[in-house]
């Protein structure tokens, strides 16, 4: 089999609902953080600054009760994604999760799933002079979601390129996503899979990104990668 290597956005891909959706509506209502989002949307703030807002108002003491959280309301994973990781395993293709979620929380979610490495923003819990509690963002980097999803895959060609193999020998890059920030690694990646009909399907056809596989849950995608194992 031709190698290849997965790389998957996490919340509303591996995830049905959104994880960050959910803490932040605990702790300021829906309505406020839908005022933000559209802020964003309309361009009048900046993704980091809207965002940093919303998790700072986040008065959670520790991640596991974050977790708990999620539990509670039911947040699961793509009704095929146990069968996805384990046609990952057994071809022993690595899956790397790039989000602009927050990393303590994707790894706490991704636990009970080995083979599986984490590209995402940090976060620690602050408790200021008055004793409240506060989330502060620690972004990877200094790009508008504060994490280039293309960088991680970028950098691999370009260490498969300083390893002496050609584009042609290089192992194959598979990219799944759903929104918007993940149109930087849908750029970057050999194949893409956008989920049916949210943000990342519409911007890959404003873009040209030709070789888009549309997805509505991970089956199609096992489905997909069997035939890759048994093609080459
Ligand atoms: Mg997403």
């Known amino acids: 089999m031709r190698p290849?290597?997965?790389?998957?956005?996490?919340?509303?891909?591996?995830?049905?609902?959104?994880?960050?959706?959910?803490?932040?509506?605990?702790?300021?209502?829906?309505?406020?953080?839908?005022?933000?989002?559209?802020?964003?949307?309309?361009?009048?703030?900046?993704?980091?600054?809207?965002?940093?807002?919303?998790?700072?108002?986040?008065?959670?003491?520790?991640?596991?009760?974050?977790?708990a959280l999620l539990k509670e309301n039911k947040v699961s994973h793509d009704v095929e994604f146990g069968r996805f990781h384990s046609i990952l395993t057994r071809l022993n293709i690595p899956l790397k999760v790039v989000s602009a979620g927050l990393k303590p929380i994707v790894t706490l979610y991704m636990e009970s799933f080995g083979n599986c490495e984490i590209y995402a923003n940090d976060c620690s819990i602050e408790r200021t002079a008055d004793g409240s509690v506060s989330w502060k963002l620690k972004y990877v980097d200094e790009s508008p979601f504060g994490h280039d999803k293309g960088a991680p895959i970028r950098l691999l060609k370009e260490q498969f390129k300083a390893a002496g193999l050609s584009e042609e020998e290089r192992p194959r890059i598979l990219f799944i996503g759903d929104g918007v920030s993940d149109l930087s690694a849908a750029r970057d990646a050999d194949f893409v899979f956008a989920k049916k009909g949210k943000d990342l399907e519409t911007y890959c056809q404003r873009e040209g990104i030709s070789g888009v596989i549309i997805w509505e849950d991970f089956g199609a995608i096992c489905d997909w990668l069997e035939k890759w194992a048994a093609a080459v």
């Open 4 to 67: 290849i290597i997965v790389f998957s956005d996490f919340d509303g891909t591996i995830t049905q609902q959104d994880t960050g959706n959910i803490i932040i509506d605990k702790c300021i209502g829906t309505e406020k953080r839908i005022r933000l989002d559209d802020s964003i949307l309309d361009g009048r703030r900046s993704f980091r600054d809207a965002n940093n807002e919303m998790w700072a108002s986040v008065n959670l003491e520790t991640f596991g009760e974050a977790i």
